[in-house]
């Protein structure tokens, strides 16, 4: 993305110095001249929004792929998660049963 924006200062700059370099050096009459830039300002304004757009469409494709990133790493956390907390709830219902047998034999023994 910051390689896009240097481009995009580098378009304008260009296009600013090419308008200003068209006007201290034209040999043509005012009317001319005047049109002449109209027509020059109207390509820089169509390539600048050109670049705008193309650099908007590059930042919302990172930004969906990083979503579909982030969305397939949580996806991937929830399931380690569950499978965790079903190995957690075994081993808990183990150590209860244990506990109850224990229990019980310590009542039969009182």
Do not use: C
């Not at 792929?65 to 380690?80: G, V």
């Not at 808990?92 to 047998?101: F, R």
């Amino acid at each position: 993305m910051d390689n896009s924006g240097n481009t995009l200062i580098g378009l304008i700059a260009g296009a600013a110095i090419g308008v200003a370099l068209g006007v201290l050096f034209a040999p043509e009459k005012g009317e001319v001249t005047r049109k002449r830039l109209a027509e020059e300002a109207e390509a820089a304004r169509a390539n600048l929004s050109e670049t705008a757009n193309d650099l908007k469409e590059r930042v919302e494709d990172a930004l969906a792929s990083e979503s579909e990133t982030l969305e397939s790493r949580m996806e991937r956390l929830l399931s380690d998660v569950s499978y965790k907390a079903d190995d957690v709830i075994s081993a808990l219902e183990k150590k209860l049963a244990e506990l109850k047998a224990r229990n019980k034999k310590l009542q039969k023994s009182s």
